[in-house]
């Protein structure tokens, strides 16, 4: 997975600015009990293998649950503490759309691919393929690609039932 540490120091770098009473990085350093050096570090997105306690606690130090630093990593927004996480807001395209297809479309997942296909009356079936993976390496992704790549030619070759098969 990737993980943007660069997103997360200006992140928190931000949320100690607009803290006030303003705290210094030498401030954020001494009530975490680390260096100055430590704070720059982790505000400019200096790498590390994961999160660890030190920007738990910085995290906590601005206001955020223990947990929003994966959470930023992530592409995500922190959480404050003792604030419920917002609803996610529906996403504007989706709208006027089944909830199962709005459903579908919020799911982890890339889109590997999309299709419409014409039926003989003039309508259209719209299929969008999603990957199991929101961030396919890819080995999944040609995968995902040669799975649908099999499917298309049967889905091209459904029969539609028009008014007069039905009589």
Do not use: C, H
Request: no cysteine; aromatic share 2%; net charge negative.
């Amino acid at each position: 997975m990737d993980r943007d540490w660069v997103r997360l120091g200006e992140a928190l770098k931000a949320a100690r600015l607009a803290l006030r009473p303003k705290p210094t990085q030498e401030d954020v350093a001494q009530s975490l009990g680390v260096s100055r050096a430590t704070v720059q570090n982790i505000e400019q997105g200096k790498p590390l293998t994961r999160v660890n306690a030190t920007i738990r606690a910085y995290a906590q130090l601005v206001g955020w649950t223990s947990d929003s630093p994966e959470q930023v990593l992530a592409g995500g927004a922190p959480v404050k503490a003792g604030v419920a996480p917002a609803e996610p807001a529906g996403r504007p395209e989706a709208e006027g759309l089944p909830l199962t297809v709005q459903e579908e479309l919020e799911r982890e997942g890339a889109v590997v691919d999309t299709a419409v296909v014409q039926l003989p009356d003039g309508t259209s079936v719209t299929v969008i393929v999603k990957g199991a993976s929101k961030t396919p390496t890819p080995e999944e992704r040609q995968r995902n690609l040669e799975a649908w790549r099999r499917v298309q030619p049967m889905l091209r070759e459904l029969s539609y039932p028009t008014d007069r098969d039905s009589a």
